[in-house]
C-alpha cells in the first residue's frame, strides 16, 4: 500500500462527495450573481484580514466581532449565500472527521 496513493484516492473521494459537489455548485450560482458575488468577496476579504490579524497576535477587539457576526448574518439573508454557507459547514464537518481519523495513528506517538 503506497500512503501517496491513498492520499490521491482520498482526494478523489472528496471531490465525488454530496458536500462538494454542492458547494461547487452553490459557489457557481452565487457566481451567476454580481451583487451576491461582490458582497461574499468582501466578507471573505475582511474574515481573512481578522483572521490574518488573529494570527499575528492582534487579537481583534468586541466591536470588530461583532461586526463580522453582523455581515454574517445580513449575508445569511441571501439565499444563495445562505446556502453557501451551510455547504461550506457540511464539508467542513466532514473533513474534520478525516482530519481526526488520519491523525488518529499519531496520538500513540505524542503522548
Given at each position: ?50 483572521q490574518q490579524r488573529m494570527m499575528a497576535g492582534d487579537m481583534p477587539g468586541q466591536e470588530d466581532m461583532e ?45
Amino acid at each position: 500500500m503506497n500512503i501517496h496513493d491513498k492520499a490521491h484516492e482520498l482526494a478523489r473521494a472528496v471531490k465525488e462527495s454530496p458536500e462538494y459537489k454542492d458547494m461547487l455548485r452553490l459557489r457557481s450560482e452565487i457566481d451567476a450573481e454580481p451583487e451576491a458575488k461582490r458582497m461574499l468577496s468582501e466578507f471573505r476579504e475582511k474574515n481573512m484580514e481578522l483572521q490574518q490579524r488573529m494570527m499575528a497576535g492582534d487579537m481583534p477587539g468586541q466591536e470588530d466581532m461583532e461586526r463580522m457576526e453582523k455581515l454574517f448574518q445580513v449575508l445569511n439573508l441571501n439565499p444563495s449565500i445562505g446556502r453557501l454557507f451551510e455547504a461550506e459547514r457540511r464539508l467542513s464537518v466532514v473533513m474534520e472527521d478525516v482530519q481526526k481519523i488520519i491523525t488518529e495513528p499519531f496520538e500513540a506517538v505524542f503522548r
